[in-house]
């Protein structure tokens, strides 16, 4: 059964630092791997994909790297803003065939200050 | 990117009374569709997987008879929470995925469900 931990749980920052959210999962067989935001009481907003076969992905100040033989996946923020202020969710998709099911991590909660 | 809408956003109802959820995705065909269940300061739970024309397949735990779920087209599937008791009040939210977005899930907005 595939498990995902995120460290930390939260974070706060002042506003303009790098930060970096971490994920880990225990099954390496994955077909992917991705960032999510999630404001409070809303949806999810995708921020990230990584494919099993890739090492990174950039969107803008978001940098995302994935270590497919460690289980280890980071989320690089630059230049934090405070409307960055939101929970990060990892979330990885098995590769056992079919429909592959998706299980998430509790989330970083990051809290940015102005 | 897709565009999945889900409604209503919050609902409150009283204890025993039926409450349905609409996940519609709006510019694409989702052959299947996901549905979560999200507890405070927990992560997001599977809950089932429905593929459109055939039943839905649930995780271990949960009751196929009290959350019921159709999926009759590619672009909506409903979960239905039958006899709702307090302890169902929880955050739902649907992702959905296939055709032409069958790498990447995109979801719903969320249900947020408060049964008195």
């Known amino acids: 059964k595939q498990e995902v931990t995120q460290i930390p749980a939260a974070l706060s920052v002042p506003e303009g630092e790098n930060l970096v959210l971490n994920c880990s999962f225990t099954d390496s067989a994955i077909y992917n791997l991705q960032w999510f935001r999630q404001d409070p009481g809303k949806g999810l907003t995708s921020l990230l994909l990584?494919?099993?076969?890739?090492r990174e992905q950039t969107s803008g100040r978001l940098n995302a790297s994935l270590d497919k033989s460690s289980g280890r996946s980071t989320l690089y923020i630059a230049a934090s803003q405070p409307g960055d202020s939101a929970t990060y969710l990892c979330a990885v998709r098995g590769d056992s065939g079919g429909y592959q099911k998706v299980t998430f991590g509790i989330g970083t909660k990051l809290q940015v200050i102005p | 990117g897709a565009v999945v809408s889900q409604h209503p956003s919050w609902v409150i109802c009283k204890s025993g009374t039926s409450v349905k959820i609409e996940c519609r995705s709006l510019?694409?065909?989702?052959?299947?569709m996901f549905w979560y269940r999200q507890f405070p300061k927990q992560s997001l739970m599977l809950m089932a997987t429905?593929?459109?024309?055939?039943?839905?397949?649930?995780e271990q735990g949960v009751e196929k008879d009290k959350f019921l779920i159709n999926h009759a087209s590619l672009t909506l599937s409903t979960l239905t929470v039958t006899s709702a008791h307090p302890e169902d009040s929880s955050f739902y939210i649907c992702?959905?995925?296939?055709?032409?977005?069958?790498?990447?899930?995109?979801f719903g907005s969320g249900t947020q469900l408060s049964v008195l």
């Open positions: 992702s959905a995925g296939g055709g032409t977005y069958n790498e990447k899930l995109f």
């Open positions: 990584i494919q099993s076969s890739q």
């Open positions: 429905s593929n459109e024309g055939s039943k839905a397949t649930y």
């Open positions: 510019d694409f065909q989702a052959t299947t």
